[in-house]
């Protein structure tokens, strides 16, 4: 296969990807006040006992700026508090309210049971090949990034 015709193909599904990734959880988003983003913020403060702007920056790929004013309307909305970590004044620890984890845990049962739901027709053969071309895939971004880093 051509370069040419590969990076068109990756950079297709990879839209295609992250649209319909959006669309399974619009939906779900929509009915709380919350986007796809804020969603996966939330699942990650959900996953963690511990997170700081900057640590749900590096679990999320996501600038801390960014990070931060999310975080501030996603306090605003109620789903997250912001308190200093009495250890170190200078860190502010993030953590989910009791709305949040009421939020988080009915849009994952909502999305698990929609997963769950379309799995039941496929093999288990289905998902590795999935999981293994994902990981392929990871393996190849990752390589492009890593030469991109030695040519500077």
Do not use: W
Not at 38 to 50: C, D, K, N, V, W
Not at 63 to 81: D, T
């Amino acid at each position: 296969m051509e370069t040419d015709e590969f990076k068109r193909i990756i950079i297709g599904y990879t839209k295609k990807i992250a649209d319909s990734t959006d669309m399974a959880f619009n939906s779900v988003g929509s009915r709380h006040g919350i986007t796809m983003i804020q969603i996966r913020l939330l699942m990650e403060l959900h996953s963690s006992e511990r997170h700081t702007v900057g640590s749900l920056a590096g679990g999320t790929c996501m600038a801390g700026a960014n990070i931060s004013s999310m975080c501030k309307k996603l306090e605003q909305q109620g789903f997250l508090l912001k308190r200093r970590d009495p250890k170190d004044e200078r860190v502010v620890l993030l953590k989910l309210t009791e709305k949040g984890e009421k939020t988080i845990t009915e849009i994952d049962g909502y999305i698990n049971e929609r997963i769950a739901r379309c799995m039941a027709d496929e093999n288990e053969e289905t998902f590795t090949a999935i999981i293994n071309g994902m990981e392929k895939l990871n393996s190849l971004l990752q390589c492009i990034v890593a030469d991109k880093e030695t040519k500077r």
